[in-house]
């Protein structure tokens, strides 16, 4: 089991900064992506950004450019910075942990709420 605890969530004015913080403990997967997703009231949860172990990193497109994903050094904690925040950006966010082998694991975090708003 992995347990995953979130924090950094809140209210930004637009064009503010926030950052995300997920710590996970627990048998991590070897082999894994860790990332954040989002979902909006009514809409679908969607992937934020993430980094796999080996280091590649993925973003949504919405956010490239936007956002930096990043891991602590032990690989344990993954980190999202947002800068230039925008009222679309407002969303519960998930932070996730999958395996990328067998056995498929996948665990997420309570959700952090993030609104943009003046």
């Known amino acids: 089991q992995v347990q995953l605890v979130e924090s950094g969530g809140g209210l930004v004015q637009p064009g503010g900064s926030l950052r995300l913080s997920c710590a996970a403990s627990?048998?991590?997967?070897?082999?894994?992506?860790m990332g954040w997703y989002r979902q909006a009231p009514g809409k679908d949860r969607d992937l934020v950004a993430g980094?796999?172990?080996?280091?590649?990193?993925k973003y949504g497109d919405s956010v490239e450019g936007r956002f930096t994903v990043s891991r602590d050094n032990v690989g344990n904690t993954v980190y999202l910075q947002m800068n230039s925040l925008q009222p679309e950006d407002t969303a519960v966010y998930y932070c996730?942990?999958?395996?990328?082998?067998?056995?498929?694991?996948?665990?997420w975090g309570q959700g952090t709420q993030v609104t943009v708003s003046s």
């Open positions: 996730n942990v999958k395996s990328l082998g067998r056995p498929l694991e996948e665990y």
């Open positions: 627990g048998r991590i997967p070897g082999l894994n992506f």
């Open positions: 980094t796999f172990s080996g280091g590649v990193k």
